[in-house]
């Protein structure tokens, strides 16, 4: 990783609005471009999530979106992180691209395997949308994630069938008890997500959940700086 020349994230995040966004989300727009107007509107996390890609695509957008945080002056304040590819996040970082980790989900590249190629400084996160997928990763080893990603809260155009699927096979979205139980149960910050818009964000700042992810929200509004802001401004409002 030498590199690599930017400090470790991972004291210092706020999970509290997390955009993720990749070229099929954007209806057309430049990715960088809606960043940067997320940025504006106070997004505080942004995560590309390019599907499908090959590595050379996802590694040039992830330097555009770099130099749109850095341009922003949020290099030191808004983490950058990538979606599935450890590869890609590892090979952005040996290019000096100020990519500041990942988030794998439950069937991606195991979280181990994840901290030993990315090293100590990356931030990791973990999708969980069971509390027995949230003990599994309190059991992981001691500073091996950063957070944990549940939902949806809602069925979402990015992905229809996404549901928490239980032991029995009974499917269903997040309600606020639900998030509640898995902030309980976690040693690690959870953000959540799927569907969600502003009327969403006064429920879920009640709850013990660090803050919302949100992709259509953002990336497919008209305004995405204003969508943004509408955001932000209704989780501070609410919460305690």
């Known amino acids: 990783m030498s590199n690599y020349p930017y400090a470790s994230m991972r004291d210092q995040y706020d999970l509290s609005a997390y955009f993720v966004v990749g070229p099929q989300d954007t209806k057309g727009r430049p990715v960088a471009g809606v960043v940067d107007e997320a940025l504006k509107g106070g997004a505080t996390f942004i995560q590309l999530r390019a599907k499908p890609g090959d590595a050379a695509d996802i590694t040039a957008a992830a330097r555009q979106i770099a130099q749109v945080i850095a341009d922003n002056g949020k290099s030191e304040s808004v983490p950058f992180?990538?979606?599935?590819?450890?590869?890609?996040?590892?090979?952005?970082?040996?290019?000096?691209?100020?990519?500041d980790g990942v988030h794998i989900g439950q069937t991606d590249m195991q979280p181990q395997a994840a901290r030993a190629l990315l090293g100590d400084d990356a931030i990791i996160g973990l999708s969980a949308e069971l509390v027995a997928q949230v003990r599994a990763a309190n059991d992981l080893p001691e500073g091996c994630i950063d957070y944990l990603?549940?939902?949806?809260?809602?069925?979402?155009?990015?992905?229809?069938?996404?549901?928490?699927?239980?032991?029995?096979?009974t499917r269903h979205t997040l309600d606020e008890a639900q998030i509640n139980a898995l902030c309980a149960a976690s040693a690690y910050p959870i953000v959540v997500g799927g569907g969600v818009h502003a009327d969403d964000v006064p429920m879920l700042a009640r709850t013990k959940a660090a803050g919302w992810f949100v992709v259509s929200a953002i990336a497919g509004a008209p305004d995405p700086l204003a969508a943004t802001r509408e955001l932000v401004e209704a989780w501070k409002e609410n919460r305690a």
Not at 82 to 98: H, P, T
Not at 158 to 169: L, N
């Open 81 to 99: 992180v990538i979606d599935d590819r450890v590869d890609v996040a590892w090979q952005c970082r040996y290019l000096g691209i100020k990519v």
């Open 149 to 169: 990603g549940a939902g949806p809260l809602h069925a979402t155009i990015t992905k229809p069938d996404a549901a928490v699927v239980e032991a029995d096979g």
